[in-house]
C-alpha cells in the first residue's frame, strides 16, 4: 500500500485512510481480523520488557489498534480505547474519574440509559449526582462544588435535542478543577469534535453511525493528552475489549461514513421541514433548523447535522399516537437509530425531569431517517398521519 497522507487532507480522505498506515500496513486495503487470545514471544526478557506492541488480546490486536488509531485520528484525541456498547463507553468514561464521595453533573436531558447508571449505579457508590438544566452555558460554574469532580454533556440531548454550550461549559468547569466527558453520538467526529471544543474525554455509541449498519454493539471514548493514561488504565484494568469481528465491521463502516451522514442529513432536513408545515404537528426538535432554539450553537460548533430529530404532535394522545406509528410501512419501530434504515419510537418518557419541565403539546415521536429515498418517506409519513385525531 501506499504512504499514509497528510493529516491536512479533507475528512473524508482521513476516513479512508485512517487506521491503515504506519505499523498497521499491509499490502491488502483493510488490517487482518486477528482472532486471538495468546501472545508469544521470543524470549523472558522480551516477555517481561512491556515494550511489545501487543501481550494478550485483551490489550489489544493489530484489528482493534487499526480502530482505535481510526477513531483517535480523527476525534483528533490522544488514545481511545474500544467498549463493548454505547452505554460501557459512557460507563467507561465516568468510571475512570470518579471515586467514591465524588459528585457528577449531568443534563436532564440525557440519555435515558445514562440517568439510570447514575442514579442505579453510582448512587450505590456513594457517587452523587445534580442533574442540570441542559441550556445553562457559564451559569453551571455556580453548581460546581469541590467534590464536583466531572461535568457530562451531550449536545444535542436525547430526543429533546437541546444543544448544550460546550466551550462555556467547559471553561467554567475547567476554572474549577472539574473534567468534561461529551457524548458525540449524534454529529460524530464528522460534524464536530468535542475535545476542540474544551471537552476532556469524548464518547461515541459507534454502534450507531460508525457501524451503520445496524449489525454491531461497539462504543468507543477517546480522551486528550492529559486525560489519556488515566482513561487507558482504567479501560485496561476493568478488562474491558472488544473482539476482533465487531472491529472490522466499524472499520468498515467507518470507510463510508461521510457519504451516508451526508444522505442522511439532507432527507433528514427535508423531512424535518416538511413536518414543521404540518397541522398535526406543534414543533420539530432539530438544531439544524433556523427556528431551533440550540439553531446559533449547532451554527457555532458543528458542521452537519445527522438523521435522527424528534416532532411533538398538536395535541392528542400517546394512543393516537401509537396509531400513527403503526400504520408505517417503511419506518420500522425500533429504539436504535443510526443505520441505514429508517425508525420511530414513542419518546414521551423522556420528557420526564428533575430539574426543569419539558413542556410538551402532544405525545413526542423521534426519528431515525435513514438512506431511503425521501420522497417515500415522506409518503409513509403522510398516510400515516392521516390517523392522527389530535
Not at 63 to 91: K, M, N, Q, R
Not at 111 to 126: E, I
Request: glycine content about 10%; proline content about 6%.
Amino acid at each position: 500500500m501506499g504512504k499514509s497522507p497528510s493529516k491536512k487532507v479533507g475528512r473524508g480522505t482521513r476516513l479512508v485512510w485512517a487506521g491503515r498506515g504506519g505499523d498497521l500496513a499491509t499490502p491488502f486495503v483493510n488490517p487482518p481480523v486477528v482472532h486471538a487470545s495468546t501472545v508469544l514471544f521470543d524470549s523472558v526478557a522480551e516477555m517481561q520488557s512491556g515494550k511489545t506492541p501487543y501481550v494478550y488480546a485483551r490489550r489489544g490486536t493489530p484489528t482493534s489498534a487499526a480502530l482505535e488509531t481510526a477513531i483517535s485520528e480523527l476525534d483528533d484525541a490522544a488514545g481511545t480505547v474500544l467498549c463493548p456498547s454505547g452505554l460501557s463507553a459512557i460507563s467507561t468514561a465516568i468510571l475512570a474519574l470518579v471515586s467514591s464521595g465524588d459528585r457528577i453533573l449531568i443534563p436532564d436531558n440525557v440519555y435515558g440509559p445514562t440517568r439510570v447508571f447514575a442514579t442505579d449505579v453510582l448512587d450505590r457508590l456513594g457517587i452523587e449526582t445534580t442533574f442540570y438544566d441542559p441550556t445553562l452555558g457559564s451559569e453551571i460554574g455556580e453548581l460546581i462544588t469541590p467534590q464536583t469532580c466531572a461535568v457530562y454533556v451531550e449536545s444535542p440531548g436525547s430526543n429533546t435535542m437541546e444543544m448544550q454550550d460546550i466551550p462555556a461549559i467547559a471553561a467554567a468547569a475547567h476554572q474549577r478543577d472539574a473534567i468534561v466527558i461529551a457524548d458525540n453520538t449524534w454529529a460524530t467526529p464528522i460534524y464536530c469534535r468535542p475535545l476542540e471544543l474544551g471537552a476532556d474525554l469524548t464518547v461515541l455509541a459507534a454502534t450507531k453511525y460508525v457501524g451503520g449498519h445496524a449489525d454491531l454493539m461497539l462504543g468507543t471514548v477517546g480522551a486528550n493528552t492529559a486525560m489519556w493514561p488515566r482513561l487507558k488504565q482504567f479501560h485496561g484494568s476493568t478488562g474491558l475489549c472488544v473482539g476482533p469481528d465487531d472491529a472490522y465491521l466499524a472499520l468498515r463502516g467507518l470507510r463510508t461514513m461521510e457519504v451516508r451522514l451526508e444522505r442522511h442529513r439532507r432527507s433528514a432536513l427535508r423531512i424535518a421541514e416538511w413536518l414543521a408545515s404540518r397541522s398535526e404537528v406543534a414543533r420539530v426538535l432539530h438544531p439544524g433548523l433556523p427556528a431551533d432554539p440550540g439553531h446559533a450553537l449547532w451554527q457555532r460548533d458543528m458542521t452537519g447535522s445527522s438523521g435522527l430529530f424528534s416532532f411533538i404532535f398538536n395535541g392528542g394522545t400517546e394512543k393516537e399516537a401509537a396509531t400513527v406509528l403503526d400504520a408505517f410501512e417503511l419506518f420500522g419501530l425500533g429504539y436504535s437509530w443510526g443505520g441505514f434504515e429508517s425508525l420511530a419510537t414513542i419518546g414521551s418518557h423522556s420528557l420526564a425531569r428533575s430539574v426543569r419541565p419539558f413542556d410538551a403539546e402532544g405525545p413526542l415521536i423521534r426519528l431515525n431517517v435513514g438512506l431511503e429515498d425521501p420522497d417515500d418517506l415522506i409518503a409513509d409519513l403522510e398516510a400515516a398521519l392521516a390517523r392522527f385525531g389530535g
